[in-house]
């Protein structure tokens, strides 16, 4: 995988650590650390679920600061267990604020796993040394390591964008870590990423950087339509490029901006690729609608439609179910006047298309699909990402 | 089964056949014919779906007028098959009409099954002389067979009312026959009910029953999220039962709209304990919410999860991920206030609450699943219907 060479540690002045502390059974990592040598602009996107993780809770309160850290666990979302989980949250917090030197407010923090159980207090605040020890530039993969579940596989990004650094020949670079797999849905769910650069940019605009990329990205993928308590999406920026400060409708701004939603565009077909269960990946692309809004509602209804999916895993060319899909996603349309493709087959254009049906299925049972539904008269598009639905993602949430 | 004791034709003056005319493979009943031997006054509810079936659009252009009859079809959706769908829709009924010798004017039309091929005109039409001629009032079971496509069994219902009618010892009475399985979602997908009456009502008190009914029952059953182009439900009122025509906010309205609710809400458990794969009924009762809304989003929400309907199939304990649906409901909740019980056990309230995990398991693996949720400091109530996820939904809706 070309993953394994990519590290959130490939802008200037990163280091990173991951290891196993306990939360997890059997020795797997379950603890990741990030760490900036310089204070950074940050800004952040977290989940809309009311029932939010303490860890959510704590970020919220502190992503204003300057920030120099972000500790990340799994196996536990630290969510859903009473007062108690926000007293064993401000401790870890306060005990990495001792080790690291800096002030607890400068730390963010992250979680993921099963919601209801405190975090183990001890167990983490006694591996908190290890882990600082630990922190180096070349362990970017052991932090990416660190923070996947039911994930098959790591999830990492680098991209070095074209805006001059001060060295000669530097330029401002975006090292990226993801985890996903289950409970992803529009609007973030179970997902955390995390982004670093070493641009020099405003907090106002990295936000708007940032939010604007989630939306075309973190909130345009879909596994199972369920949200959770626990997403965030981390970006910190610490000058050390030392390029000159990026401007508000400036080319470097843009090329910044396009940067950053490649990254999160990557990350997050990785973690629709990598879905519970999933053996097949959907890229449901939307034209010509009316609104933006539009473009992505009716995206995102196919992409995570369970019978559109399923049919997919069965390699069913059952068009009829797409169409259900499109009218059912509240947007504009007319029936009459729409166009739908799956892969090279046009299986509808205003009334149903012949297509050899044997064909048809062979493309279906490939393992990347796409789907293209042309709205018409309207000038938007959007795309969305999903996964099969199949018997495998039953399992792994039965927990057999 | 209870089930097959009951009847669309209880009411007065109700009359039904159900045959297989080839819609179908295998001799499988694919056609019904509802029909009153009086005008009815008549009420509908029908998806939201902008990809609607021509029968749908053929039954919204009728519902204004004096029905007399239903005919109705499964194993083809009518949905989806260009101008020519229309042309099938028009021919089929102006047929019928003249078998029965009615204006096609006083018929509705409601199909079920598979999206995107033109109903086999010929086939049905075919089959019209026979259908008129099977009407009976003893065929109600047929044609609530006529109905089904991966049901498992039929759904029926009967409910005698306490309004007096004309004949002595004589009441109001309601019949009524569905179909569910698939695809059943909150703003009823591809389900069809059909509900008649011999009370005397008029038509805008039955409209705002029916609605009432429909948005208490159909709206609060969750099978996988989807929406179908072809969702119905009709009621006749015949008014043969000769009561006093029943006046707004009378005591005969109060019981009416119960009963109608009752019928309706009897059918739409139906629906969700067979849904498909179904191994598990769930009910999901929401308590103290702010507002009938969120209690209703609620319900619905935690009802719909992926990840509390597998965590159910696997009689799974993990009843973070019901907190974790409630937060993400989009309703007014303060999450240090909810309390939540599954059966008999209280799992969390204010935090969590130890349960005997191997007890909770134990009821977690019977056929009805309770799941109690008191948001607290509100005052309205909700109650959805679903089912849990099985690798046999996965089956079903493969195709394999």
Not at 5 to 31: Q, V
Not at 250 to 261: C, D, V, W
């Given at each position: 995988?070309?993953?394994?060479?990519?590290?959130?540690?490939?802008?200037?002045?990163?280091?990173?650590?991951?290891?196993?502390?306990?939360?997890?059974?059997?020795?797997?990592?379950?603890?990741?650390?990030?760490?900036?040598?310089?204070?950074?602009?940050?800004?952040?996107?977290?989940?809309?679920?009311?029932?939010?993780?303490?860890?959510?809770?704590?970020?919220?309160?502190?992503?204003?600061?300057?920030?120099?850290?972000?500790?990340?666990?799994?196996?536990?979302?630290?969510?859903?267990?009473?007062?108690?989980?926000?007293?064993?949250?401000?401790?870890?917090?306060?005990?990495?604020?001792?080790?690291?030197?800096?002030?607890?407010?400068?730390?963010?923090?992250?979680?993921?796993?099963?919601?209801?159980?405190?975090?183990?207090?001890?167990?983490?605040?006694?591996?908190?040394?290890?882990?600082?020890?630990?922190?180096?530039?070349?362990?970017?993969?052991?932090?990416?390591?660190?923070?996947?579940?039911?994930?098959?596989?790591?999830?990492?990004?680098?991209?070095?964008?074209?805006?001059?650094?001060?060295?000669?020949?530097?330029?401002?670079?975006?090292?990226?870590?993801?985890?996903?797999?289950?409970?992803?849905?529009?609007?973030?769910?179970?997902?955390?990423?995390?982004?670093?650069?070493?641009?020099?940019?405003?907090?106002?605009?990295?936000?708007?950087?940032?939010?604007?990329?989630?939306?075309?990205?973190?909130?345009?993928?879909?596994?199972?339509?369920?949200?959770?308590?626990?997403?965030?999406?981390?970006?910190?920026?610490?000058?050390?490029?030392?390029?000159?400060?990026?401007?508000?409708?400036?080319?470097?701004?843009?090329?910044?901006?396009?940067?950053?939603?490649?990254?999160?565009?990557?990350?997050?077909?990785?973690?629709?690729?990598?879905?519970?269960?999933?053996?097949k990946?959907i890229?449901?692309?939307?034209?010509?609608?009316?609104?933006?809004?539009?473009?992505?509602?009716?995206?995102?209804?196919v992409?995570?439609s369970s019978l559109v999916k399923t049919a997919i895993a069965g390699a069913w060319s059952n068009w009829g179910r797409i169409?259900s899909s499109?009218?059912?996603?509240?947007?504009?349309?007319?029936?009459?006047?729409?166009?739908?493709?799956i892969?090279?087959?046009?299986?509808?254009?205003?009334?149903?298309?012949?297509?050899?049906?044997?064909?048809l299925k062979?493309?279906l049972?490939?393992?990347?699909i796409?789907i293209?539904?042309?709205?018409?008269?309207?000038?938007?598009?959007?795309?969305?990402?999903?996964?099969d639905l199949t018997?495998?993602?039953?399992?792994?949430?039965?927990?057999?």
């Amino acid at each position: 995988m070309d993953n394994m060479k990519k590290s959130i540690c490939f802008p200037e002045g990163f280091l990173a650590s991951g290891i196993s502390c306990g939360i997890k059974k059997g020795k797997k990592k379950d603890l990741a650390l990030v760490f900036s040598t310089y204070p950074c602009i940050s800004s952040a996107v977290f989940t809309t679920n009311k029932v939010k993780s303490y860890s959510v809770i704590w970020s919220i309160k502190n992503i204003k600061n300057p920030i120099q850290a972000i500790l990340a666990n799994s196996g536990n979302a630290n969510a859903a267990c009473g007062k108690k989980g926000w007293d064993i949250t401000t401790k870890i917090m306060e005990h990495l604020s001792l080790i690291l030197n800096i002030s607890s407010k400068n730390i963010l923090f992250a979680s993921t796993g099963l919601i209801g159980n405190p975090l183990p207090e001890k167990t983490i605040i006694n591996s908190l040394e290890k882990i600082v020890k630990n922190l180096s530039y070349k362990n970017g993969i052991e932090a990416a390591e660190s923070i996947i579940t039911t994930d098959k596989q790591i999830k990492t990004e680098e991209i070095t964008t074209s805006i001059a650094g001060i060295k000669k020949g530097g330029f401002v670079k975006l090292g990226a870590m993801a985890k996903g797999a289950g409970m992803i849905n529009p609007n973030m769910a179970t997902m955390l990423a995390f982004i670093t650069t070493d641009a020099v940019i405003s907090k106002e605009l990295l936000q708007i950087a940032l939010q604007k990329a989630v939306n075309d990205s973190f909130n345009m993928i879909t596994i199972d339509n369920d949200q959770s308590t626990n997403d965030t999406v981390f970006c910190l920026a610490n000058g050390q490029a030392g390029n000159k400060n990026i401007k508000e409708n400036s080319e470097e701004f843009y090329i910044f901006s396009k940067a950053l939603r490649d990254v999160c565009i990557s990350l997050a077909k990785k973690i629709a690729k990598d879905g519970e269960g999933a053996k097949k990946f959907i890229e449901v692309s939307v034209f010509d609608a009316w609104s933006k809004k539009d473009a992505k509602r009716i995206a995102k209804k196919v992409a995570g439609s369970s019978l559109v999916k399923t049919a997919i895993a069965g390699a069913w060319s059952n068009w009829g179910r797409i169409m259900s899909s499109i009218g059912s996603a509240r947007a504009k349309i007319e029936p009459a006047n729409i166009k739908l493709e799956i892969g090279p087959y046009i299986v509808y254009n205003k009334e149903p298309i012949k297509f050899n049906d044997s064909e048809l299925k062979q493309y279906l049972s490939e393992k990347e699909i796409s789907i293209k539904i042309y709205i018409s008269k309207g000038k938007e598009n959007a795309t969305a990402w999903g996964c099969d639905l199949t018997e495998e993602y039953i399992k792994i949430n039965k927990k057999e």
